[in-house]
């Protein structure tokens, strides 16, 4: 399967992108020089001008009451060459010097991205929810020279500054002052427009993503300029099917690796960014959004997929949508259905990580088996392995894995920084170890079992939660669950399912609706996952970017 994409039924991108896509999809070797600001972003700014792009805005923000910001791919280029200015300027930024940027969805965050690859600075995006805690970890553990954020953070970060020694400067996306800060809507305001972009070589850092720390202390997953850079170009066209005519709707947290591979999936491919500042994250408004805005392309991760299909979708009439994406967490088979069903349209799984691109997905015109993430992307050699890095064969389970000799693909990250032994113990043989489970099956579909930790060892049956979760998501009484190991006398560990109830089925009895539930996973998968114990909660924890934190339930269990 490796260096296939199967049948793809996206348009060709036009001619002088060739090169860069031949470059995504591994087939030419990447230059030693790469930007992408200069080598992407201005080349569709020359485009747009030469009249090649159909008048679609790069970058459309909305804050759902009223005010809009539109930037064509040449006022995106000059904004971000002020933006540039004021980083190299005022704030005395240098080529390799970092910058940890957190901010709710307000369009500097991408003007300032572009203009940290325009002057070399390394971007470090965190979530806006982080907690001084999350803050100070963060700052401390990259030594970031400088922050960006708004009026609601920068009394945490007052407050742990004096911790943190390498900051020296501090950066408001405000109207209102801030002592101790500087402003930068009114220096972006004073900022020249010249500006000339910084060569850097393709593999010079351009990114350091913490991981989401879904299962221990996030880790510093360092990514180069050619990485994100080059490596979503490919999928952009395949998978998210993006065109220059495409407007592309991530609901992701700026602070997730989400928000990174929509920008450059979209920008390389000339399709507009599209952003609502979405405040909180509820279904009506993602709904009314997708009516009144001519958005074509939508991304959610399963949470935000599992909310949706719990309304009438059927009174909705969206005005453009054609091509829906998920991925982040396994995506249940039933909440596909009934997206489905009820809008005609398919949901396309992606699965990736912090520390690479596209792993594998459904991409758009392939066939797809429910349940299964698709197929291997290229560049990656996708394979799974046991514990000493040998590949198995189809229909055993193992990790999944990605190549990584005798050559380390280009669209990968450089290493976790500062931990040697970190990266040392993420590989095993000739492979990268994802620390996910799944097989492959005999036509290269790929099947996810559950992190490392996730699996459950009941009676020397290995249970993945998924499989568990996805047949109790077919039950109308459940809304989501997380299904984790519990100690048992006997059996060592047993299942046992924490379930989020429908509102229509809070008030029934919950002895009857335990054996209703435990049966209806009996019918609808091997009996022997059936979940043993359940109990009934309001809430699953989750990280701030959406995914279940099944450990946190599996160590209450265990009382650790
Ligand atoms: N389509 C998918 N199906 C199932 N799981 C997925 C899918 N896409 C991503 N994931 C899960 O998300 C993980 C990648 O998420 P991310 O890089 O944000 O870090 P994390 O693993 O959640 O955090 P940490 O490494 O700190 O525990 C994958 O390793 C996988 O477990």
Redesign the pocket.
């Given at each position: 399967f490796y260096g296939t994409y199967g049948q793809s039924t996206s348009p060709p991108v036009p001619k002088v992108m060739a090169t860069w896509e031949a470059i995504s999809l591994g087939k030419q070797s990447v230059p030693e020089y790469f930007n992408f600001a200069h080598d992407m972003l201005d080349l569709w700014s020359q485009l747009e001008k030469a009249g090649h792009r159909p008048p679609n805005p790069a970058f459309w923000w909305v804050n759902g009451t009223g005010a809009e910001v539109k930037w064509t791919f040449e006022e995106l280029g000059k904004q971000s060459r002020k933006a540039a200015n004021v980083l190299e300027g005022v704030c005395g930024l240098q080529p390799g010097d970092r910058m940890m940027l957190v901010l709710p969805r307000l369009p500097e965050w991408w003007l300032i991205i572009v203009a940290c690859m325009r002057t070399g600075v390394v971007m470090i995006p965190g979530i806006s929810q982080l907690t001084e805690k999350d803050l100070k970890y963060r700052l401390q553990a990259s030594r970031a020279k400088s922050i960006v954020t708004n009026d609601s953070l920068a009394p945490h970060v007052d407050a742990i500054s004096a911790d943190c020694p390498s900051l020296q400067t501090k950066l408001l996306v405000s109207d209102s002052k801030c002592p101790g800060w500087m402003n930068f809507r009114e220096l972006l305001q004073e900022a020249s427009s010249q500006h000339s972009c910084v060569r850097t070589k393709n593999q010079d850092p351009m990114a350091i993503?913490f991981?989401?720390?879904?299962?221990?202390a996030?880790?510093m997953a360092e990514h180069s300029q050619s990485s994100y850079g080059l490596g979503f170009m490919a999928s952009g066209r395949r998978w998210v099917a993006l065109t220059e005519s495409s407007v592309f709707w991530n609901t992701t947290d700026t602070g997730?690796?989400k928000a990174a591979w929509t920008l450059f999936s979209a920008w390389s491919n000339g399709a507009c960014v599209f952003v609502h500042e979405l405040p909180r994250v509820d279904a009506k408004t993602i709904l009314n959004t997708l009516c009144r805005f001519p958005i074509t392309t939508l991304c959610c991760v399963p949470t935000i997929f599992r909310l949706l299909v719990q309304e009438d979708l059927r009174r909705y009439k969206f005005q453009s949508l054609r091509h829906c994406l998920?991925?982040?967490?396994?995506?249940n088979p039933d909440v596909r259905d009934k997206w489905k069903s009820q809008t005609g349209l398919e949901l396309y799984?992606?699965?990736?990580?912090?520390?690479t691109v596209l792993i594998?997905a459904n991409i758009r015109g392939s066939t797809i088996k429910s349940g299964s993430?698709g197929k291997a992307c290229p560049p990656y050699d996708v394979q799974i392995v046991d514990d000493e890095g040998n590949v198995l064969p189809p229909g055993e389970e193992g990790n999944i894995a990605v190549r990584i000799r005798p050559t380390r693909p280009f669209c990968f990250f450089n290493c976790y920084l500062d931990s040697p032994e970190k990266t040392a113990a993420s590989e095993r043989g000739d492979f990268y170890i994802?620390?996910?489970r799944a097989h492959v099956d005999k036509d290269g579909y790929y099947w996810?079992i559950g992190?490392n930790d996730d699996v459950i060892n009941s009676s020397s049956y290995r249970i993945g939660p998924?499989e568990v979760e996805s047949a109790l998501a077919e039950h109308p009484a459940v809304v989501e669950s997380a299904v984790v190991s519990s100690p048992d006398p006997i059996r060592g560990e047993v299942v046992k399912a924490f379930i989020v109830l429908s509102p229509a089925y809070s008030s029934h009895d919950p002895e009857t609706l335990t054996k209703e539930l435990q049966e209806h996973v009996k019918r609808v998968t091997a009996p022997y996952k059936y979940p043993r114990k359940v109990a009934f909660v309001s809430e699953l924890p989750k990280?701030v970017?959406g995914?279940i934190q099944r450990s946190i339930l599996r160590n209450q269990e265990w009382g650790r």
């Open positions: 993503y991981t989401s720390g879904t299962t221990g996030p880790k997730w690796v998920t991925g982040g967490e396994a995506l799984e992606g699965y990736g990580q912090s520390e594998c993430m994802t620390g996910d996810f992190r998924v990280t970017s995914k």
